[in-house]
């Protein structure tokens, strides 16, 4: 830190125990001030229920209520005995933490009682007054205890607003994280698990089917690893966003199909370029696709169309068109298990757009998608 640059006088949050110290020295000061200055006034009567007063002000983060109502008797004593009017000022300050600090209901109801108990002993103060004096009086205490309650009311709604959206970002995090491991995790487990059993079936009678086989177990467990080392960078990069940068796009689609085990037919209308975050969407929907296909219809060729719909949506269709050609010692088929239809729901419906899958009357299975690309998309 250079000359010119000043440090902070308070460095981070300060703990309860260090704002009770804040509160009890404000107190303190507080009641001496008024103390002495009711003093000079009314006499040393007067000036030690000005003091009193104020004290409980000490603790009102720990006992918010409590205080509250312990102020308001000291307040409403001292206007009815010394006709000291600003006894409002300590239940002002009350009346604050009670309404930043409790629910609804229980902060109106203190705001009620408080203004009523102290309209009530400033027309019992014991010097005579005019009437409009005593009107005034109230109207200006009733103000100055209103406003305290009105900005500690609005603190707590914000707090609590706060936290319900902290709440909700966490949850949409978690889900966001869980789609990716989904996507990742279970799209390469799934070949390597259905090419090793198509593998096992085929060893003695099929050779080369083997080594193709192997050969794309091997490029999907690279590309698996590959893909779980980003999105470990993404989790520990404080950055937002940094998954779309360096995300898989339409530019690896042939590799993904090329890797998903059954022949795929990819057709793909690149122009014009789509946003980023559709783009991952895309591939991730693609990918979650093929994963059907090659847990539910093993080898079953198919067919996926990305095609433009004017400049403002894109249409994905993935289709399968055979039925299940697994050999016998594949992995049973479960049809709608899973969160794979969930996700691909999901995604569509965070870019705005709508996503439907199902079976086919001639057999096999279809899911199409359609996703709003405009320049309001890409975000």
Do not use: K
């Amino acid at each position: 830190m250079g000359d010119g640059e000043s440090r902070p006088l308070v460095a981070g949050r300060l703990r309860d125990g260090q704002w009770d110290g804040v509160d009890t020295v404000a107190a303190v000061l507080l009641a001496l001030a008024f103390g002495a200055s009711e003093t000079l006034s009314g006499g040393w009567g007067a000036g030690a229920v000005a003091a009193v007063v104020w004290l409980p002000v000490a603790v009102r983060r720990r006992w918010s209520v409590p205080v509250l109502y312990t102020v308001l008797a000291g307040a409403v004593l001292a206007m009815a005995f010394t006709g000291w009017e600003e006894s409002w000022l300590p239940v002002g300050v009350a009346l604050y933490t009670v309404a930043a600090r409790e629910p609804r209901r229980r902060s109106a109801t203190a705001l009620g009682c408080s203004l009523g108990a102290v309209a009530a002993a400033m027309a019992l103060v014991p010097r005579p007054v005019p009437a409009s004096g005593v009107a005034w009086g109230v109207v200006f205490a009733s103000l100055m205890m209103t406003l305290p309650w009105l900005v500690g009311t609005a603190l707590r709604e914000q707090r609590s607003y706060a936290e319900l959206a902290a709440r909700q970002a966490v949850t949409d995090e978690r889900l966001r994280i869980a789609r990716e491991l989904h996507d990742v995790v279970a799209h390469h487990l799934t070949v390597i698990t259905v090419r090793a059993e198509v593998a096992c079936a085929v060893a003695s009678t099929n050779p080369q089917e083997v080594e193709r086989t192997l050969v794309l177990v091997g490029t999907a467990g690279r590309t698996a690893l590959t893909e779980m080392r980003r999105m470990l960078g993404v989790l520990r990069s404080p950055g937002d966003g940094a998954e779309l940068g360096a995300a898989p796009g339409l530019a690896d689609l042939p590799a993904l199909a090329d890797g998903a085990g059954p022949r795929v037919e990819l057709s793909v209308d690149p122009d014009p370029p789509l946003p980023p975050g559709v783009e991952l969407a895309v591939y991730r929907i693609v990918q979650e696709a093929l994963t059907n296909v090659v847990r539910h219809a093993g080898s079953a060729d198919c067919r996926v169309n990305l095609s433009r719909v004017g400049p403002e949506a894109v249409e994905i269709e993935v289709v399968n068109d055979a039925p299940s050609r697994l050999p016998s010692r594949g992995p049973s088929r479960r049809p709608g298990g899973g969160h794979g239809l969930v996700g691909m729901r999901e995604r569509a419906a965070m870019c705005g757009g709508t996503l439907s899958a199902g079976p086919l009357a001639t057999g096999g299975f279809r899911v199409h998608a359609r996703l709003p690309c405009g320049s309001e998309t890409a975000r």
